[in-house]
């Protein structure tokens, strides 16, 4: 009798233990979210583009060299923009793109006037906006709704109501140093996006997103307009170092040489000691279990 | 011709029954006296079961990590000296490194088979490390550290941690962004401990962090010092086996006064040799297709870089996650500052996990009062407290090191990193003392189950060709059948079956 | 030969005919097994010569691996199968012996230690007190030489950076920062000039220079004069492991440590708000002179990095 006893009570504290666990992680989740970080600038979240801010301190820094050259979205495409952007964005952005949706109620939702076209072409090329769920904190990459034309044809409109910084780039990677790239990358990047460029978890449920599978304008377009947390990179990294870094990632980061084997997902030594533990040892001691005698 | 071959025949008469071996036997045994103590050597018997061979598992990585760490000390260079990299990975290509960090790309893309050996030694140590915890967690659950084995023990528990160091220290070497990071850490924690650790900080780093001491100094340790205290325990742990003879596991015709197994000489000279063999083409399989610690992709260190998501060596996860969890508690008065928040996780935490490891065997022989001699393994449920202990214990380790990857278990479910660790707070508290009455009632229910360790056989069902079934019963498995054949002291002599040809594998000599 | 195994315990096989059941291979049909054993060493042999062949051509890790792994593996897979399946199969015993001497052998041997030796020392009491000193102190001496050459002694260098008043910021290749360069949201890890290339500069003066806003920014009573223009300068080393604390998440305003994920509160002083981190991340007085570059007014008030004893 006491034996089955003794099993009831160790299955359900077991089974209890696969129950509860995933649910405590999910009420502590709700907890940690409200836990409210401070949120200073996030009304400052797209702030005035760096070229004002260089201009008001009398110092002019040029944009476009033989690096990395910038372009205005053509102004023809204005219009469709319009459209497209009443159709897509303003149910949140509000119609004049200041952040005030038609209800009147002001959003926790960025102004995007004077942002930059290379901001909005950023946010809608990544497929990130229009958000599929408006209340995360940070959209997720995903398959855009919107073409490249059309990303460019609301940036046109945006940029037409205030004329503003970084233009839309385009990286010239046969001019780039890898080299200086790495070593940059190491400095400024890999504090969040790590040495392998696989991105992780951030504080507060955001994260560094992978940098796999970027094309090489958005990471310039990331680099100079700092998309939601990650810095902007302005005036302290030249054209010139901003080509290296993305070709640095274009070709190593996104194509990484890996003479030594599989990469094992470039998580490094956790995934090293599972392969270490499980297939090593594990192996091993299957071998041991047939070498030796089972009785 | 007939002449010499009579001479031939002749001289192989004077050799004696056992020819040319027999007679540089009888030189050395002239010499040496190694007869008998060789003969008994040849007879000494190993238990077959197959988990005596894990510590063989750990034993024989060692052996590979000395091969391949040698072809490593041919080509590197443990120097802190900054050179101007100028070699095949282009990335790297002018950036100012150490020539540690230099040598070791080199070794890598440069050197013939370079890489596929600096991958095999990576590999054989986490092996080796893991292996030797399988090893003593075996050892642990059976009670084969009893009286007469504590020294015993406590060499496997001085090996562990000479194992984990010295694995600290290699990784270290390469200079890379990922190591450097450990070793800035390292440096903190030694300047945590209160009072001396500011000196030993300076004096085991030569002045302040980094310094150019560090790289050579971890290297002597690394390839000399640490290496032969290895060696000279490992020599002591087996001597003591032999001194001692092996345990095992109570069954048909095993008792405390006798060992039953298989004899050195031949067949578990040819078992262990071919596992060696195993073990070493194991760890060349995982050096050839998997990738591990791709320095260059790492860059060299610089102590103004870092990378997210830097973790060391899995053996040593379970401090980081120790450090990642433990609240921010310092103390700080009189003028002092005792940083709590890194002395406890990363000097107190281990120093207590593995002074209780060295005086587990003292504190169960005070606790059960048991004080006799013990040859015969426990099955680690009938022992259910000490099993349930060890795997409190294992819980813990296990929770720590989940604790020390945070982040990707955050990024891997979308769950925030905040929670994550008040989640892995609350576990490693509360699973480790879950896991004790757990385990504990596990025992006592496989206490209760009749014929355990015996698998079922299968019941058969039949239909006749009326369309009946009838079940029957299936013969136990072979290896379940008790022996059939009582077990005898290995034969001295065997004599030959005259005109029966020989079975193989079985060598037959003329008296 | 009789008197050679004189010693053993009582053999009761000390010769068995080769048909005894003990002697005879495991296997039902070691025929067989030969064959595929003879199999696994060739294929075995085949590879470890490939190895050799790869390794002469200089052929990629990945091969050199493949040959050296699968041919170790067959050839042990092998050896353990003639052991296993083809030699004889037992079982067998081995006798264990006490290891344990007799009381008076114990006796004997602690005699010798006891008396022998205590009455040595009895007689010569003094002798024996200062043979004890002198290798008392010899130890301590020997220890002394060791220790002390292996480093310099601490005295203040964990007190102070090399920051001084009216050092210029400079980035890692030397160039000042200009208060023009960074635009809100930014961030630029800073040496004082003249170290960016030392390893003192890099794992002592590090410093994260970010830019909070275009005004001057207060982050604490007392520091309002340390945030021009919103630029605001805190130590780079994490005060729990000395890790370079080089994430900024500029909405939320952290400074994470990458190492164990400690979040200091940027526009508060840094003030740790989660993680392990026990203090503050110690801040940088700034100032912006006539040309509008970004210099130190001072070092940083307290120490830097992680603690230690000698930390007030």
């Known amino acids: ?295 | 011709m007939s002449d010499g071959a009579t001479t031939k025949r002749q001289q192989k008469a004077a050799l004696g029954p056992y020819g040319k071996v027999g007679k540089a036997l009888n030189e050395l045994d002239d010499r040496l006296g190694v007869a008998r103590g060789g003969r008994t050597f040849m007879d000494k018997i190993f238990p077959d079961h197959w988990s005596f061979m894990l510590g063989e598992i750990a034993l024989y990585s060692f052996v590979i990590l000395l091969v391949t760490g040698v072809f490593l000390t041919l080509y590197f260079v443990p120097s802190s000296a900054i050179v101007t990299y100028h070699g095949s990975y282009l990335p790297l290509d002018g950036q100012k490194v150490t020539q540690a960090f230099e040598s070791t790309v080199n070794l890598s893309f440069a050197v013939r088979g370079g890489l596929l050996m600096r991958q095999m030694h990576h590999w054989a140590c986490d092996i080796f490390v893991g292996a030797i915890v399988v090893h003593m967690a075996r050892v642990f659950f059976t009670g084969a550290f009893r009286k007469p084995r504590e020294l015993n023990w406590t060499l496997g528990v001085t090996l562990l941690i000479l194992a984990i160091a010295n694995g600290f220290l290699g990784y270290s070497l390469p200079d890379d962004l990922v190591s450097g990071t450990g070793i800035r850490i390292a440096y903190s924690i030694m300047l945590s401990i209160p009072v001396v650790g500011t000196y030993l900080a300076f004096f085991v780093f030569g002045g302040n962090f980094p310094g150019t001491a560090v790289i050579p100094r971890f290297f002597i340790l690394h390839v000399l010092i640490v290496p032969l205290i290895i060696i000279a325990l490992v020599s002591a742990h087996l001597f003591l086996l032999v001194r001692q003879k092996h345990t095992q596991f109570p069954g048909e015709g095993r008792t405390e006064k006798n060992v039953v197994g298989s004899p050195m000489f031949p067949v578990f000279m040819a078992k262990t040799t071919g596992f060696l063999f195993i073990v070493g083409g194991v760890t060349a399989l995982l050096g050839a297709f998997a990738q591990i610690n791709p320095i260059w992709q790492f860059g060299p260190y610089d102590a103004a870089r870092i990378s997210y998501a830097v973790q060391p060596d899995w053996y040593m996860g379970f401090l980081d996650g120790a450090l990642r969890i433990w609240p921010s508690w310092s103390f700080m008065a009189f003028g002092h500052t005792i940083p709590l928040e890194v002395t406890i996780p990363a000097v107190v935490l281990p120093g207590i996990l593995f002074n209780i490891a060295f005086a587990w065997p003292a504190l169960e022989r005070r606790l059960t009062k048991d004080h006799e001699i013990h040859h015969l393994l426990d099955r680690p449920s009938e022992r259910p407290r000490r099993t349930a202990a060890g795997a409190s214990v294992l819980t813990l380790l296990a929770m720590l090191f989940i604790a020390s990857s945070t982040d990707v278990i955050a990024n891997f479910f979308h769950l925030s990193l905040n929670t994550v660790l008040l989640m892995m707070r609350i576990l490693v508290i509360v699973t480790p003392i879950l896991a004790y009455p757990v385990t504990y009632l596990i025992c006592k229910e496989l206490q209760g189950v009749k014929g355990g360790g015996k698998r079922k056989t299968p019941n058969l069902v039949t239909r006749t060709e009326e369309g009946e079934y009838l079940a029957s019963a299936t013969p136990p498995y072979r290896d379940d059948r008790p022996h059939e054949i009582e077990p005898a002291p290995v034969p001295i002599f065997i004599e030959p079956e005259p005109d029966e040809p020989t079975e193989s594998g079985v060598r037959t000599v003329e008296r | 030969m009789s008197e050679h195994d004189a010693h053993r315990t009582p053999v009761s096989l000390s010769s068995v005919s080769a048909n005894d059941p003990r002697l005879q291979p495991a296997a039902k049909n070691p025929g067989t097994v030969e064959g595929v054993i003879a199999v696994t060493f060739v294929v075995g042999a085949l590879l470890v010569a490939g190895f050799g062949a790869s390794y002469w051509v200089n052929a990629k890790p990945w091969i050199l691996g493949a040959t050296l792994g699968g041919g170790l593996f067959f050839l042990g897979v092998g050896l353990v199968a003639w052991g296993k399946y083809l030699m004889p199969r037992g079982p067998f015993v081995e006798e264990r012996h006490a290891l344990a001497n007799s009381q008076s052998d114990r006796d004997a041997f602690a005699a010798a230690i006891v008396e022998r030796g205590g009455g040595v020392l009895k007689r010569r009491k003094l002798l024996g007190g200062l043979l004890g000193g002198g290798l008392g102190i010899f130890s301590v001496v020997a220890l002394f030489p060791l220790l002390r050459s292996l480093g310099p002694l601490p005295k203040g260098t964990l007190f102070h950076t090399d920051w001084r008043a009216g050092t210029y910021a400079v980035d890692q290749t030397g160039r000042r920062i200009h208060h023009g360069d960074l635009s809100v949201g930014s961030i630029v890890t800073v040496f004082p000039e003249g170290t960016e290339n030392t390893d003192r500069g890099q794992a002592v003066d590090q410093t994260v220079l970010i830019r909070i806003s275009n005004d001057n920014f207060t982050t604490q009573k007392g520091r309002e004069s340390w945030g021009p223009q919103g630029y605001i300068a805190y130590s780079k080393l994490c005060t729990h492991l000395g890790c370079p604390v080089g994430l900024y998440e500029q909405q939320l305003q952290l400074l994470v440590c990458p190492c164990h994920q400690s979040m200091f509160n940027a526009t508060n002083g840094a003030i740790p708000q989660f993680g392990p981190a026990p203090r503050p991340l110690p801040q940088l007085p700034l100032y912006i002179d006539g040309q509008g570059y970004i210099r130190a007014q001072a070092d940083y008030d307290q120490p830097v990095g992680p603690g230690f004893w000698e930390r007030a």
């Open chain 1, 1 to 295: 009798m006491r034996s089955t006893l003794a099993r009831r009570v160790a299955l359900s504290i077991i089974a209890g233990l696969f129950v509860l666990a995933p649910a405590a992680i999910f009420v502590a989740d709700a907890g940690a979210n409200s836990l409210n970080p401070p949120q200073t600038t996030r009304k400052n979240s797209g702030t005035p583009n760096s070229s004002y801010v260089l201009k008001r301190h009398g110092v002019v820094i040029k944009y476009g060299d033989k690096y990395i050259t910038y372009s205005a979205p053509p102004s023809s495409l204005d219009a469709l923009g319009q459209a497209l952007f009443l159709e897509n964005c303003a149910s949140c952005h509000g119609t004049q793109a200041n952040g005030v949706p038609a209800n009147g109620t002001n959003g926790a939702y960025p102004d995007l006037v004077g942002l930059g076209p290379a901001t909005i072409t950023f946010w809608v090329d990544s497929g990130r906006m229009p958000a599929a769920d408006p209340r995360v904190i940070e959209a997720p990459r995903r398959q855009p709704r919107l073409t490249p034309n059309q990303a460019l044809a609301i940036a046109a409109w945006v940029n037409s109501l205030a004329p503003s910084y970084p233009l839309i780039p385009t990286p010239h990677l046969k001019r780039a140093n890898v080299a200086d790239g790495a070593a940059l990358f190491a400095l400024n990047c890999a504090a969040c996006h790590t040495i392998e460029g696989d991105g992780d978890a951030l504080a507060y449920g955001t994260y560094a997103p992978s940098l796999r599978h970027i094309p090489a304008f958005q990471v310039v377009e990331a680099i100079r307009t700092g998309p939601a947390n990650m810095p902007r990179f302005s005036g302290n990294l030249s054209d010139q170092q901003v080509n290296d870094i993305v070709a640095y990632v274009t070709e190593y980061i996104q194509h990484p040489q890996n003479p030594g084997g599989f990469g094992l997902g470039g998580l490094g030594p956790v995934a090293e000691g599972f392969v270490g533990l499980l297939v090593g040892v594990g192996v091993l001691i299957l071998v041991s279990y047939w070498v030796g005698e089972r009785s």
